[in-house]
């Protein structure tokens, strides 16, 4: 099964950008986490901290697109580098003035500001995009190596920010998330010789990538997607915090996070036939179905083994997603158009934190789940209804 991926690694100077990725994804999967613990232990308030988190979330959703745009007109790192040094200075203001105790204003407008920043993601699948545009079956499984980069990272992410910030001090997990960060993306943007090449102007096409047919229902559907992640991650703090054990909230986070890399790397190493639009289906309708049990379990480790489950469906949800946005806009659009997909992962991000964060005020963080429940119903309900759209505009652009 891995060696499926084992031509990935023999593409020249790939192994260079992938690594840098892998730290960038970590530093990356830490913020929202290193957010919600650092500031619901200095402010005590859960709604404060998914607000906050919020605000990046929304930020970072408007901000992908648009440098998502610039590095397709001008270059990944001509574009990325100045980013990556402008956010990684407001990361670590946020941090100073948590420490402070500074007015809760600045942390909303700091952490806003470090949200603007190049996405790992988009970057590095238009790398692959551009590599294997020939070869579809190639690119099916490096856009699922990519998937399972970012679920690994969700592994491994969670636990450091809790851990690092319980053990040592709430800002902690903070600072060593834009670390790692700003190193992955130094190194990333190093590796000049995958780095896709610019189309030039006269022959890019005209209109923006959002405007393409089907791109704006997948990132709707999309958005439904990061509002499960959203509410899970702050509703699980408040899950293991409700029974006495904060840092327990990594070991769910990470299940989660675990099931979707497992499903993930099976998922990238087989080959299929059907089209990716009967597959978004398929994929939209277990993430609903195997979030339903969240509701109903009133322990730590039961709650565990759901979220390993309900894990499992949505590395093939994100994989077909971000594959058919890729499919559906032009090569010299890649970039935005993969970054539009993922806002609409982070705008939903952001709403699910939002709203998991009042409902677990509201509710309690056991009732709190009905929040990612009811968007997987909705992600269900929207590409059921537009299947026909979608499935006609994918054959389009075989």
Same mark, same amino acid.
């Given at each position: 099964?891995?060696?499926?991926?084992?031509?990935?690694?023999?593409?020249?100077?790939?192994?260079?950008?992938?690594?840098?990725?892998?730290?960038?994804?970590?530093?990356?999967?830490?913020?929202?986490? =290193?957010?919600?613990?650092?500031?619901?232990?200095?402010?005590?308030?859960?709604?404060?901290?998914?607000?906050?988190?919020?605000?990046?979330?929304?930020?970072?959703?408007? =901000?992908? &697109?648009? !440098?998502?745009?610039? @590095?397709?007109?001008?270059? /990944?790192?001509? *574009?990325?580098?100045?980013?990556? @040094?402008?956010?990684?200075?407001?990361?670590?203001?946020?941090?100073?003035?948590?420490?402070?105790?500074?007015?809760?204003?600045?942390?909303?407008?700091?952490?806003?500001?470090?949200?603007?920043?190049?996405? &790992?993601? &988009?970057?590095?699948?238009?790398?692959?995009?551009?590599?294997?545009?020939?070869?579809?079956?190639?690119?099916?499984?490096?856009?699922?190596?990519? /998937?399972?980069?970012?679920?690994?990272?969700?592994? !491994?992410?969670?636990?450091?920010?809790?851990?690092?910030?319980?053990?040592?001090?709430?800002?902690?997990?903070?600072?060593?998330?834009?670390?790692?960060?700003?190193?992955?993306?130094?190194?990333?943007?190093?590796?000049?010789?995958?780095?896709?090449?610019?189309? &030039?102007?006269?022959?890019?096409?005209?209109?923006?990538?959002?405007?393409?047919?089907?791109?704006?229902?997948?990132?709707?559907?999309?958005?439904?997607?990061?509002?499960?992640?959203?509410?899970?991650?702050?509703?699980?703090?408040?899950?293991?915090?409700?029974?006495?054990?904060?840092?327990?909230?990594?070991? !769910?986070?990470?299940?989660?996070?675990?099931?979707?890399?497992?499903?993930?790397?099976?998922?990238?190493?087989?080959?299929?036939?059907?089209?990716?639009?009967?597959?978004?289906?398929? =994929?939209?309708?277990?993430?609903?179905?195997?979030?339903?049990?969240?509701?109903? *379990?009133?322990?730590?480790?039961?709650?565990?083994?759901?979220?390993?489950?309900?894990?499992?469906?949505?590395?093939?949800?994100?994989?077909?997603?971000?594959?058919?946005?890729?499919?559906?806009?032009?090569?010299?659009?890649?970039?935005?158009?993969?970054?539009?997909?993922?806002?609409?992962?982070?705008?939903?991000?952001?709403?699910?934190? =939002? *709203?998991?964060?009042?409902?677990?005020?509201?509710?309690?963080?056991? /009732?709190?789940?009905?929040?990612?429940?009811?968007?997987?119903?909705?992600?269900?309900?929207?590409?059921?209804?537009?299947?026909?759209?979608?499935?006609?505009?994918?054959?389009?652009?075989?």
């Amino acid at each position: 099964m891995l060696s499926a991926y084992a031509p990935l690694f023999r593409v020249p100077g790939a192994t260079r950008f992938i690594a840098g990725t892998a730290l960038s994804r970590t530093g990356g999967a830490m913020f929202g986490v =290193a957010i919600i613990v650092m500031l619901s232990e200095r402010r005590g308030s859960f709604g404060l901290a998914g607000a906050v988190s919020a605000v990046g979330l929304f930020v970072l959703a408007i =901000a992908g &697109p648009v !440098i998502g745009r610039l @590095v397709d007109k001008y270059g /990944q790192r001509r *574009v990325a580098l100045p980013f990556v @040094v402008f956010s990684t200075f407001c990361g670590v203001t946020v941090a100073v003035l948590s420490w402070r105790d500074a007015p809760a204003w600045t942390l909303f407008v700091f952490y806003g500001l470090s949200a603007v920043l190049p996405e &790992p993601g &988009p970057m590095s699948r238009a790398r692959w995009a551009h590599i294997y545009r020939d070869e579809p079956d190639r690119l099916h499984t490096a856009m699922s190596f990519e /998937q399972v980069c970012d679920e690994a990272s969700f592994v !491994i992410g969670p636990v450091l920010a809790v851990l690092v910030s319980t053990l040592w001090f709430p800002e902690a997990g903070l600072l060593l998330a834009e670390l790692l960060f700003t190193a992955g993306m130094l190194a990333f943007l190093a590796a000049r010789a995958t780095e896709p090449p610019v189309v &030039p102007h006269a022959d890019r096409p005209g209109g923006f990538a959002v405007r393409r047919p089907g791109l704006l229902v997948v990132a709707v559907a999309l958005v439904m997607t990061g509002v499960i992640f959203g509410a899970n991650e702050v509703i699980a703090v408040a899950f293991a915090k409700e029974h006495g054990e904060t840092g327990f909230s990594s070991v !769910i986070l990470g299940a989660f996070a675990l099931g979707s890399t497992l499903a993930g790397i099976v998922f990238g190493s087989r080959v299929f036939r059907t089209t990716m639009t009967r597959r978004l289906l398929l =994929a939209a309708t277990g993430m609903f179905v195997l979030e339903v049990p969240a509701l109903l *379990v009133g322990g730590l480790w039961p709650l565990v083994v759901v979220m390993f489950v309900a894990g499992s469906a949505t590395a093939p949800m994100l994989i077909t997603s971000l594959s058919l946005a890729q499919r559906l806009v032009p090569a010299a659009l890649v970039t935005e158009g993969m970054a539009v997909a993922i806002t609409g992962i982070l705008i939903g991000i952001s709403g699910g934190s =939002a *709203v998991g964060g009042w409902a677990i005020e509201a509710r309690g963080a056991q /009732q709190a789940y009905a929040v990612p429940v009811l968007a997987g119903a909705l992600a269900l309900a929207i590409i059921a209804a537009r299947y026909r759209h979608l499935e006609r505009h994918e054959r389009a652009n075989d």
